[in-house]
């Protein structure tokens, strides 16, 4: 089997997962209710704010961070949201960890590119 089949294999595996199926049904009922995806679209918009306020070495102000201390207890609050976010969570991680199993397979191509972009940063 050649690395396109495997990789086919791998996404028809992915697709098929617990993990990408409770986040395919929570995404569902988070999309039944327009209100839900606003608050969630809400909190990511600060979440993102936030950070690039920090990545700037700017102070966020009171009213982002309080408005974002507001957004974030209801949708803690809100098991739809709450939901959405756990199967959100769990899909990531097993992308990250089928991410990081390729890259310690594959350490010497990613060495080599990531010793090209150190040199292309100089």
Same mark, same amino acid.
């Given at each position: 089997?050649? @690395?396109?089949?495997?990789?086919?294999?791998?996404?028809?595996?992915?697709?098929?997962?617990?993990?990408?199926?409770?986040?395919?049904?929570?995404?569902?009922?988070?999309?039944?209710?327009?209100?839900?995806?606003?608050?969630?679209?809400?909190?990511?918009?600060?979440?993102?704010?936030?950070?690039?306020?920090?990545?700037?070495?700017?102070?966020?102000?009171?009213?982002?961070?309080?408005?974002?201390?507001?957004?974030?207890?209801?949708?803690?609050?809100?098991?739809?949201?709450?939901?959405?976010?756990?199967?959100?969570?769990?899909?990531?991680?097993?992308?990250?960890?089928?991410?990081?199993?390729?890259?310690? @397979?594959?350490?010497?191509?990613?060495?080599?590119?990531?010793?090209?972009?150190?040199?292309?940063?100089?």
């Amino acid at each position: 089997m050649n @690395a396109y089949d495997q990789a086919h294999e791998l996404a028809r595996a992915l697709k098929a997962s617990g993990e990408y199926r409770a986040w395919l049904d929570s995404r569902k009922q988070l999309e039944a209710d327009p209100k839900n995806k606003e608050m969630l679209n809400e909190m990511r918009r600060l979440l993102w704010e936030l950070e690039m306020d920090k990545v700037m070495g700017r102070e966020a102000d009171a009213d982002k961070k309080q408005r974002m201390q507001q957004v974030s207890e209801l949708v803690n609050l809100n098991p739809t949201l709450r939901d959405h976010l756990g199967a959100e969570y769990r899909f990531t991680q097993l992308m990250a960890d089928v991410q990081k199993i390729l890259a310690d @397979a594959l350490n010497e191509w990613f060495k080599d590119a990531g010793d090209l972009l150190e040199k292309m940063e100089q």
